[in-house]
């Protein structure tokens, strides 16, 4: 602070201390000059200690002052006003009531008090100062308003309705003073003081509507529908825009058991361009849980989506919970165009891409999955997922190189989640296959197997690729068994695990499970009918071999040598 500011502070101190007659103790006590003039600079620098927020230095000042002037009315009640900015209430209430002894009439050391006496829940005794402050500072209607909140606080009721009749007297009739009043009348269970409050507010203030709707709010808790119905139609009289009436219009012929009448007025709520679309949103998502198992209801879900649509065709909200509904009911063609139309509208919602993909996941359709995970990313570079989606669809497109950047790419970025790690290295281990390399894929799929021991699709994938090669030939028939015991059905499995005893020379071993393979499925998948042939030419018997080598090649593409099989009636490898 500089010394111009400084000292205008002080000039300001000293005028408020002359102007609210803080020095007028009740019984004075001799100083020297000096001694005044020592008090006082304590006095500024402690009210400069306060207004910083120094509490400390500033209590230690006024304390010094009450030292030497035992009768300084003003340091005691700015020490109270240090400790209770500090809401130390125990300490603020012993100096203000010393400051009060002293001076009794000052308006500020009564106001002090009673917001001490308040924060330390003494309402009680705040209302006898409220009051007090009210009867002898009249002009002043804060202090009603204040004597009002202590009476309610202390729970006398009839006594802060007479206060709020005072400030009405004094101001008119308002709609805080009569809601207020219209509360405590309830809480009295004084239905009809209630009704007066309100009706006093639609008198004074015939064309808001909000009050008839308050009204009418009370005549339903109260079961009379019938009043409440008339307010109703008054409120469309004044305002035939108002969306929220048809809302409560509908719920009173709800309660009545209208159901037609109150699927109606519903319809008319949701065809408003007024209603603001959360409230339409809301009774939506009722609508989510109670349409799973009832035709009707979904059908009235729908109809209101797309009156809600025709009314709020701008607002992608209305898209995203239409694109909800149809994802639950299994839609998810018609969920991804809604989706789309979302993000369109507002591309700034991560939930909603996500979806999106999730959706084009299901779908298969990669391409789309491609183009939109490239999109996202570009708008959410630092969410794992998207990485994900976009590396395993140009993985299904062929696109490897693309597939291993991005799928590093989104590596870099997940934190804590094995669970999405596993699937990054599982793809990682994909794709490196793919371009054939093979140390890279199996150093991924080690990667998975440590997280996810029991990973069935890359413990059968692994062990395949090892058959393959003909290497580590015990480790894959290890990892090739523990798949088909975690999924004893799988064709594939049961396909890899004959197939790495084929390479091991257990023929007839690898006829049991090939065999299995074939009665799981495997029959119309000309790699595991082929294998079976090779089996069986191994085994001795090169007229079954031919024949699935045959009905291998009807099936669809088998191995680079199954036309040289059939051709030449032998096995290559």
């Not at 065809?271 to 009707?296: G, P, R, V, W």
Request: glycine share 2%.
């Amino acid at each position: 602070m500089n010394l111009k500011k400084y000292f205008l502070l002080i000039i300001i101190i000293i005028l408020l201390i002359s102007s609210c007659k803080i020095f007028t103790p009740e019984k004075s006590v001799k100083l020297t000059e000096d001694l005044k003039l020592d008090n006082t600079a304590l006095f500024i620098d402690g009210c400069k200690e306060k207004i910083i927020g120094n509490y400390e230095k500033a209590s230690s000042n006024f304390l010094s002052c009450i030292k030497t002037d035992p009768s300084n009315s003003a340091a005691f009640y700015e020490l109270a006003d240090v400790y209770n900015m500090q809401k130390k209430n125990k300490e603020a209430l012993i100096f203000i009531e010393k400051a009060i002894k002293i001076d009794p009439v000052n308006e500020w050391y009564q106001k002090l008090y009673a917001e001490i006496l308040t924060a330390s829940n003494k309402f009680k005794e705040a209302v006898t100062v409220y009051e007090k402050l009210a009867k002898n500072h009249a002009d002043n209607i804060e202090y009603y308003y204040d004597w009002a909140m202590a009476c309610l606080y202390s729970e006398k009721y009839s006594d802060a309705i007479e206060v709020y009749n005072i400030i009405e007297q004094k101001t008119g009739i308002s709609e805080d003073i009569s809601l207020q009043k219209e509360k405590i009348y309830i809480n009295l269970n004084n239905f009809n003081k209630a009704v007066d409050e309100l009706l006093k507010l639609i008198t004074e203030f015939p064309s808001e509507t909000k009050y008839y709707s308050y009204l009418a709010d009370l005549y339903m808790a109260k079961n009379k529908t019938n009043e409440a119905y008339e307010l109703y139609q008054k409120i469309l009289k004044i305002d035939p825009d108002d969306g929220n009436v048809h809302l409560s219009l509908a719920e009173l012929y709800r309660i009545k058991g209208e159901k037609e009448k109150s699927f109606s007025e519903l319809k008319l709520a949701f065809s408003n361009i007024n209603l603001d679309i959360d409230t339409k949103i809301k009774i939506l998502l009722s609508y989510y849980t109670l349409t799973e198992n009832s035709n009707l209801l979904k059908e009235q879900a729908y109809t209101l989506i797309n009156l809600m649509i025709s009314a709020n065709y701008s607002d992608a909200k209305a898209y995203s919970i239409y694109g909800d509904f149809l994802y639950r009911d299994k839609k998810l063609k018609e969920a991804k165009d809604q989706y789309l139309k979302v993000i369109s509208l507002d591309s700034s919602r991560y939930v909603i891409w996500e979806q999106l993909l999730f959706i084009e996941a299901d779908l298969n359709d990669n391409k789309a999955l491609e183009n939109e995970s490239k999109r996202a990313i570009s708008l959410f570079p630092e969410q794992a997922t998207l990485y994900l989606f976009n590396g395993a669809a140009n993985y299904v497109l062929k696109n490897y190189t693309d597939a291993i950047s991005s799928l590093n790419t989104g590596i870099s970025l997940v934190v804590y989640n094995d669970d999405l790690l596993k699937r990054f290295y599982t793809y990682l281990g994909d794709s490196y296959h793919a371009i054939k390399n093979t140390k890279d894929a199996f150093i991924n799929y080690e990667k998975v197997i440590k997280i996810d021991p029991e990973n069935d699709y890359v413990l059968n994938n692994y062990s395949y690729y090892l058959s393959l090669l003909g290497v580590d030939l015990d480790k894959a028939e290890k990892m090739s068994k523990k798949a088909v015991d975690i999924n004893p059905t799988n064709s594939n499995y049961l396909d890899t695990y004959g197939w790495i005893l084929y390479k091991e020379e257990k023929y007839s071993d690898a006829q049991i499970f090939i065999e299995k393979a074939i009665k799981n499925g495997g029959d119309s998948n000309s790699v595991i009918v082929e294998h079976l042939g090779d089996i069986l030419f191994k085994l001795g018997q090169p007229a079954k071999a031919l024949e699935n080598w045959i009905k291998a090649k009807e099936i669809g593409t088998g191995s680079d040598f199954l036309e040289k099989k059939i051709n030449d009636k032998t096995l290559y490898e």
